[in-house]
Structure formats: C-alpha cells, structure tokens
C-alpha cells in the first residue's frame, strides 16, 4: 500500500523559512512525478511545486524565488524548502506522487505564516 507522510509543517513568522518532507513508500518511487499542493480555507487546492522523475521542476507564479522543491531518490522523500513566507502562504501543504493514471496523496501538513 503507497503511503506519503509530510512533515514539517507549523507557525512560522512572515520572512521565515520552512522546510516540508514527504516519505514515501513507493517500491518505484524514481519513476514519479513528485508534487506539492496547497489548499486554504475557502481556496481549491491548487499546485506549488512539480518536480518529475528527470529532476524538472515547475513552480506556481507566486512562489517562483522562494520556494524550492528536490527529491532524493536514495531515501524516497521529496522536500519543499520555503523562504521569505508570507501570510497567504497559510495552508495545508499536500504531497503527491504521480505516474501516468496513478496519483497518490498524502494526509497534508499545515503551514501558518503570522504577520
């Protein structure tokens, strides 16, 4: 059974700085596209950060130069490192793992971001 567990979610002021992991248990985790989401409260989830099995990645505008998303193959975990949070970064952070019509996701992990 595919589990992803993210981690490293809290309170954190604004301009702080954040680093999500995601731990999969993916038998062939080196062949998924990996993702990160978000969703606030009222909003549509919508897409962070990609990054696919050839290491390319693709940000949401609102996040391009500060937000930074890697895999390491090697321990089948996927990171997003977060700088320079704003306030409208609050939300639950979803990873998932993507290959072809298969889509896993993960519980989520809060990130809230004060003024």
């Known amino acids: 059974q595919v589990q992803l567990v993210e981690s490293g979610g809290g309170l954190v002021q604004a301009g702080g700085s954040l680093r999500l992991s995601c731990a999969a248990s993916i038998s062939r985790f080196d062949i998924y596209a990996m993702g990160w989401y978000r969703q606030a409260p009222g909003k549509q989830r919508e897409l962070v950060a990609r990054i696919t099995s050839g290491g390319n990645t693709n940000y949401a505008d609102s996040v391009k130069g500060r937000f930074t998303i890697s895999r390491d193959n090697a321990k089948k975990t996927v990171y997003l490192q977060m700088n320079s949070l704003k306030p409208e970064d609050t939300a639950v952070y979803y990873c998932?793992?993507?290959?072809?019509?298969?889509?896993?996701w993960g519980q989520g992990t809060q990130v809230t971001v004060s003024s």
């Open positions: 998932a793992a993507e290959f072809m019509r298969l889509n896993y």
